[in-house]
């Protein structure tokens, strides 16, 4: 953790898998005898209700660990993992419209804090870990994002570890220009001065999609819709990246097949089929 090798979140699933599933299969078995069978053995074994990610990220955090005693010479042979099927995930997103709907239910400092998100794409971790020293709001407005929150720790770098200066959104500035200024100089804060937990974020969020009749978590109503949006506005994947940071094309396939379900919907609208005269065979066309 402190070379910046996991995080404090990582760490917390590593002790969650190593307490309800490794030492309850392997008990003390040693490394040295785990072979391809009781690799499978183990994932045979696993709970049915856990999801394929789940599944996934359990099986990963084991081969990184006969991966790094393969790389310590603590063992000669790596155990073959099986292929996880992979599903599709259920990644949802909103319209500005609906988004408005649930930031009238939520109060300061939350609803700037949503707002921007969902106007500039950023993490909510990135948002969490924001300082006024990163805010700019002088004459072209931007921000710099530059950390990132890691459960309630604060951390001096983002999960690509890159720097961004991103244009602040007109909206978001009028926002951050009413909000009062914390000693502690972070953007968004509790009553104590604190920074904004995880848990309560989350909290606030469900209880405001709730009243707005909207059933999404808040990581998908902020960020995902951002980018989607953006997209079936038409703007570049590229010019989209450069907004939330991500590093590679891959990561944005499940937005473009977002898109594509969407452009789907609008070319089989029946309303708008029916509105169309189409000429019969005999008329000919133009």
């Not at 898109?259 to 070319?267: G, K, P, Q, S, W």
Request: glycine fraction near 6%; hydrophobic fraction near 40%.
């Amino acid at each position: 953790m402190e070379r910046r090798h996991i995080s404090l979140a990582y760490l917390k699933e590593i002790k969650r898998c190593t307490k309800s599933y490794f030492i309850p299969f392997f008990g003390r078995m040693n490394i040295r005898d785990i072979r391809d069978g009781h690799i499978k053995d183990f994932r045979n074994q696993l709970p049915d209700h856990l999801s394929a990610k789940t599944v996934t990220n359990t099986l990963g955090i084991l081969h990184k660990l006969l991966a790094e005693a393969m790389d310590r010479k603590d063992i000669s042979v790596m155990p073959k993992f099986p292929k996880v099927p992979k599903r599709e995930p259920d990644t949802k997103w909103l319209s500005p419209e609906e988004q408005a709907r649930i930031l009238a239910h939520c109060r300061e400092p939350y609803r700037t804090l949503f707002l921007l998100c969902m106007k500039q794409g950023c993490r909510l971790g990135e948002a969490r870990a924001l300082k006024w020293d990163c805010v700019h709001l002088k004459g072209k407005a931007y921000i710099t994002i530059k950390a990132s929150m890691d459960l309630g720790e604060w951390k001096p770098y983002t999960k690509e570890g890159d720097v961004r200066k991103v244009p602040l959104n007109s909206q978001v500035k009028a926002a951050l220009l009413a909000l009062p200024r914390a000693i502690s100089g972070f953007v968004f804060v509790n009553r104590e001065g604190r920074p904004l937990s995880a848990i309560r974020i989350r909290k606030v969020w469900r209880k405001a999609a709730q009243r707005a009749g909207v059933n999404i978590n808040a990581y998908q109503g902020t960020r995902h819709s951002f980018a989607t949006q953006k997209l079936l506005a038409g703007y570049s994947e590229r010019m989209v990246m450069e907004a939330t940071g991500h590093k590679t094309v891959s990561a944005f396939r499940r937005y473009g097949k977002m898109v594509t379900e969407a452009l789907r919907d609008m070319i089989e609208d029946e309303a708008s089929v029916s509105a169309v005269r189409i000429p019969s065979a005999d008329q000919g066309c133009d």
